[in-house]
């Protein structure tokens, strides 16, 4: 039994543990390698990182499977390789080539893969939130025992979209789980200027659904919550509303000044590494051996070395891309 | 084909209730669409639900039930997104917009999200939905009830748009909008429900993208739209007996994809030119569509194209106002008379 900061106990088998530390493991060093590139010029465009946030989309996803979905945010990288999509096809994408996750037409902004249940990122802040409602909807309409999972940052929180979609999760009772990264700025405002509350999980009470806190560099804290509140969605019980808070290691865009932040907070923040603390946890209560942790550290560093030569060798859209997929057809 | 005498509005609900039966993955949603059966009251008399704010999916919820016929609350950016969300996820949803005037507490997620999901997701994704939306003035119901607004439907990539002007052309075209994996948004004049036709009994699908020629003549083509075309065929009647006037009358049915083909033909042969829609005028469909003949075959027309619109302005309370806003049978037989240079001594 591993113990949480929220002075919960959660038990996870050494597979899964494994499983946990890799998938962190490989979203740090997926987005680490992604702002060197982007920095280097050979990344086009924005990108919106999430190293430092690894633990909640891990920590959620590891109730998850294929026959569950997700809908997600700016900073969707994260989301998608703990969801399961290939790296070498989210690297090439980021790269504008054809080998992409989205054939190079969506960017790091829309990256998706919906055969994996990843209903894509999103460019507009609470785009997501309705498109979880409908996710809910056709597994309620179907029959299905399936759960989505809407991921939306302390900025969508303020979204009329965000109030919509969890309402009408909640008077239809659907199995969907909303997510609130609430990583303290929505681009350089703080959240505590831009909420009406204490919490946005207070806000759970509005639409009659439970809400709670979550540390967002604990693992094992939000493995605990979603475990609540998955299950819960899972038996038909309806949905329910996680803030996770915690920090983001990069801006809000990577190449943002950040001089909405203190050098003092950053340091205090990132004290609160989730890798860092996961490795100390598991070494610590001999969970797992640091042989095992530093063989996941090569592996990941292959397959993001891998992913990278991959996205540089694959080639553009030929030019008749620009006119497919408009529609499905189109006389 | 055996055909029935029937209404607009019941051709529309015949379609929907074909195509639920026929597909149970097709779902009804918007407001009031059952109409007050969630009332614990009505549970049971469910014949008093309103099944619409105009009737027109009434009855749906007694065959197929709350389930697939869903009332929303107003949130309708939440449940036009949950439309798409539950599209991309194998559903069939049909939205109901009330009012297209709407569109502007929901159009990011018809567009944003709606539209260009598949392209953005390189074809990844698929988004079979429709969005039923009342259009129109001539209902003495103002600025924020009676626009028509196809035309910025009309200029988006990934949507298609669909107008019809008959109960038949309603039925068939909707069940082909059910049917189609693509979001379509569905535009159903208010002031048309009432009209009655003949419409095929039993399964009946328009393939969309197909215009009709709903009158044939030889002096003039007039290209109408929704409502515009029993106004242009009345047009036409008039001016064939009084003039001698031999008026075409084409109707696109679905402006996206548009049936050039057929207009360009049409206007080859008579070599003139009208455009009737009651639409706003600029960078409208009616515009795209002189843009298209002026591009096309310019050197057939023998007159410069004409347009007759609703005006560049919002559509008024006041009954007079109003019926000066929307084209008239007349005045489409005045600017016909006009291209055909019979005005002088009308």
């Known amino acids: 039994m591993i113990k949480t900061e929220r002075g919960g106990r959660v038990e996870i088998q ?113 785009g997501g939130g309705p498109l979880a409602v409908g996710a809910g909807l056709t597994l309620k309409t179907l029959g299905k025992k399936g759960v989505t999972v809407c991921f939306f940052g302390d900025g969508a929180a303020e979204q009329g979209t965000m109030h919509e979609a969890m309402n009408l999760a909640s008077i239809w009772k659907l199995p969907v789980v909303f997510v609130c990264e609430n ?10 200027y831009h909420a009406s509350v204490k919490n946005i999980a207070d806000r759970a009470a509005a639409y009659d659904m439970p809400g709670v806190v979550v ?54 923040w990132r004290a609160h590494d989730p890798l860092t603390l996961f490795r100390a946890r598991v070494l610590d209560q001999e969970f797992l051996a640091e042989d095992a942790l530093d063989e996941v550290d090569r592996q990941v560093a292959t397959m993001i070395a891998e992913a990278t030569n991959f996205a540089e060798s694959s080639a553009y859209p030929a030019d008749a891309a620009l006119l497919e997929d408009v529609y499905v057809s189109y006389p | 084909m055996t055909t029935r005498q029937i209404t607009f509005r019941e051709a529309i609900n015949d379609a929907l209730r074909q195509e639920m039966r026929r597909d149970p993955t097709v779902i009804v949603m918007g407001e009031d669409v059952a109409g007050g059966a969630s009332l614990e009251h009505i549970e049971g ?18 065959e197929f039930g709350r389930a697939r016929v869903l009332d929303t609350p107003i949130s309708e950016s939440g449940y036009i997104g949950a439309a798409v969300g539950a599209a991309a996820t194998g559903l069939r949803p049909v939205a109901e917009l009330m009012f297209v005037d709407f569109f502007g507490v929901c ?35 103002a600025g924020q009830h009676s626009g028509s607004h196809y035309s910025v439907f009309t200029h988006m990539p990934g949507l298609k748009t669909v107008v019809p002007s008959t109960p038949a052309d309603a039925k068939g075209l ?22 009655e036709g003949p419409v095929p009994d039993g399964e009946y699908v328009i393939p969309l993208g197909q215009a009709d020629v709903k009158r044939v003549g030889d002096d003039v083509t007039v290209v109408a739209i929704g409502r515009m075309v029993p106004l242009a065929l009345a047009a036409a009647e008039d001016l064939a007996k009084t003039h001698g006037i031999g008026v075409e009358v084409v109707d696109p049915r679905t402006l996206s994809p ?89």
């Open chain 1, 215 to 268: 540390p967002a560099h604990d693992v094992f804290a939000v493995y605990e919550v979603a475990n609540e509140a998955v299950q819960r969605a899972r038996r038909g019980e309806g949905p329910s509303l996680i803030e996770a808070r915690g920090f983001r290691f990069y801006g809000h865009f990577q190449g943002d000044p950040l001089t909405y932040r203190t050098p003092e907070d950053e340091a205090r």
């Open chain 2, 258 to 346: 548009l049936d050039a083909p057929t207009i360009l033909n049409s206007v080859r042969k008579t070599h003139r030119l009208v455009v009737v829609d009651e639409d706003n005028p600029r960078c409208s469909v009616a515009a795209d569509l002189v843009a298209l003949v002026a591009s096309e075959a310019l050197e057939y027309l023998d007159e410069a194209p004409k347009m007759v619109t609703a005006p560049h302005a919002v559509v008024p309370f006041s009954p007079v106002l109003e019926d000066l806003y929307v084209p008239s049978a007349e005045r489409i037989g005045h600017v016909i008379r006009t291209l055909m240079g019979h005005e002088i001594g009308v």
């Open chain 1, 14 to 126: 050494r597979e899964r543990l494994l499983w946990i530390y890799e998938r962190m493991k490989l979203i740090r060093s997926f987005e680490d390698a992604v702002a060197e590139l982007f920095a280097a010029g050979r990344i086009p465009g924005f990108v919106h990182l999430y190293a430092g946030e690894e633990a909640i989309g891990v920590g959620i996803m590891a109730h998850l499977g294929d026959d569950d979905y997700i809908t997600s945010t700016h900073r969707g990288h994260g989301h998608c390789i703990a969801k399961g999509v290939s790296v070498r096809e989210m690297m090439a994408e980021l790269f504008g080539k054809a080998t992409g996750s989205n054939k190079g037409k969506g960017g790091s902004m829309h990256i998706a893969d919906v055969g994996k249940g990843m209903l894509g990122a999103n460019g507009i802040v609470g």
């Open chain 2, 107 to 141: 159009m990011d997620q018809i567009y944003n999200q709606g539209a260009k999901l598949r392209y953005m997701f390189g074809g990844k994704a698929t988004v079979p939905m429709v969005v039923r939306t009342m259009i129109g003035a001539g209902f003495r119901a």
């Open chain 2, 45 to 62: 008399r469910q014949e008093e639900a309103w099944g619409g704010v105009l009737g027109v999916t009434k009855g749906l919820v007694q």
């Open chain 2, 174 to 195: 909707l069940a082909a909008a059910i049917r189609d994996n693509d979001p379509v948004i569905f535009f159903e004049h208010k002031l048309l429900y009432d009209v």
């Open chain 1, 183 to 192: 990583n303290l700025f929505a681009e350089s405002t703080p959240w505590t």
